[in-house]
């Protein structure tokens, strides 16, 4: 049976990461690069710096990214929807954001099918 999370002492590592990406696609406007190095850094920091411990973070990065952003695209649509009186939107808005939910949610585990 596979995991839907990443084991608990990547969690704080993986936060951090996040955030990273965030603050430095936001500066630099490049999101995939900066997951691709931040993947890179984490890999290194945590232990030896392989392929396969690469592609673990890759992913579960990738992941917490989807999932976050699957989050803010749900509220923000409903909110946004709920102001402006428009069920559309409100519906779109949540279909999207399940969408990039269930999306990050694959990605962590195929991070996980990685790691084991």
Known sequence: MVALAPPRKYWLPLLAGVVLVILLA?????????????????????????????????????????VFVGVVVALGGTLAGIAAFNAMFVAVGLVLGIILIFIG?????????IAD
């Open 105 to 113: 949610v694959v990605l962590f585990v195929i991070g996980n099918l």
């Open 26 to 66: 936001v500066l630099f406007y490049i999101p995939l690069l900066w997951s691709l190095v931040v993947a890179a850094l984490l890999a290194a920091m945590t232990g030896r710096l392989t392929v396969r411990r690469y592609f673990m973070f890759l992913f579960w990065l990738l992941g917490a990214e989807f």
